[in-house]
């Protein structure tokens, strides 16, 4: 019974991811961000990977997704780098809240407070390890990246200032929309994934 358990969760595991992948190719620009910065929901799977089967699942589906996304990188696996720590944060942080009471409103609070552990975690990941790495690594010069937030915000002076008014939001925002569609489809997918 225990192993048929496991392989259930590493089948829907593997759907989960599977999905994840293709949302990840499907980016929306957002006209108040620099272009560098896209909107996807592949963070979506996490969430509910995390809900199924618990916090490590929602972070082993956070990690797979993106390294397979960066054969095809545009960003040298930077880009991936920051969306799989800002992904783990995500799922488990809702996973180990949604493990407390397996409830509608839980589900609600985990997601949602994921949502903002999320946003708080990306300042000082994009700020300390994701931004440099795209400094150095990619050979982008800081002025040229800040020029990018100035053109939308002419009263931005600094990268710091910068994350903290564009990227935190954004980042709030897409957790929380992955959070109000999981609160749809994740009852009914439930079911699907856990084979009841």
Avoid at 14 to 26: D, E, K, R
Avoid at 131 to 143: A, C, D, H, N
Avoid at 161 to 190: E, R
Wanted: net charge positive; hydrophobic share 55%; charged share 10%.
């Amino acid at each position: 019974m225990k192993s048929t358990k496991h392989t259930r969760m590493i089948a829907g595991c593997g759907m989960l991811t599977a999905v994840a992948v293709v949302l990840q190719y499907i980016e929306i620009a957002i006209p108040l961000m620099p272009s560098f910065v896209k909107l996807d929901f592949s963070d979506l799977p996490e969430l509910i990977g995390a809900f199924a089967y618990g916090p490590l699942a929602g972070a082993a589906i956070a990690v797979v997704k993106n390294l397979i996304h960066v054969v095809v990188s545009q960003s040298a696996g930077i880009g991936e780098l920051s969306n799989a720590l800002l992904g783990i944060a995500f799922a488990v942080f809702a996973g180990l809240v949604y493990k407390i009471k397996k409830t509608r409103k839980t589900a609600l609070l985990a997601g949602s407070c994921a949502a903002a552990v999320m946003a708080l975690v990306s300042w000082p990941l994009n700020y300390f390890i994701i931004y440099p790495l795209y400094y150095s690594v990619m050979g982008f010069p800081e002025v040229a990246i800040l020029g990018m937030y100035q053109a939308l915000l002419p009263a931005v002076s600094s990268i710091a200032q910068a994350l903290l008014i564009f990227n935190v939001p954004f980042t709030l925002v897409k957790g929380l929309l992955c959070v109000a569609i999981a609160m749809v489809i994740y009852k009914p997918l439930s079911h699907v994934l856990k084979k009841k």
